[in-house]
């Protein structure tokens, strides 16, 4: 049977910060499409949201967000 590897963004909180973190990272899944995340990569984390594929996450709690190429309409 072939291990099928799937790339997710895992949004997470670490043990020792409140500061909202995000990584992209290739994991295998099981039979039901589901991701098993590593023991080693939830080691100090708390797992808060599985993502499909790479996400650009602009704005998290606490960030503001800056301008990006926007024009003002007014």
Excluded: W
């Excluded at 963004?9 to 590593?38: A, W």
């Excluded at 797992?47 to 499909?52: G, K, Y």
Aim: hydrophobic letters at 35%; proline letters at 1%.
């Amino acid at each position: 049977m072939e291990t099928t590897i799937r790339k997710v963004t895992i949004i997470y909180y670490r043990d020792v910060s409140l500061e909202l973190m995000h990584e992209t990272v290739c994991f295998p899944q099981n039979n039901n499409g589901r991701v098993i995340i590593s023991e080693e990569f939830k080691q100090g984390k708390s797992v808060i949201a599985v993502c499909e594929g790479e996400v650009n996450i602009l704005n998290k709690i606490g960030d503001r967000v800056e301008n990006i190429d926007v024009e003002d309409e007014a």
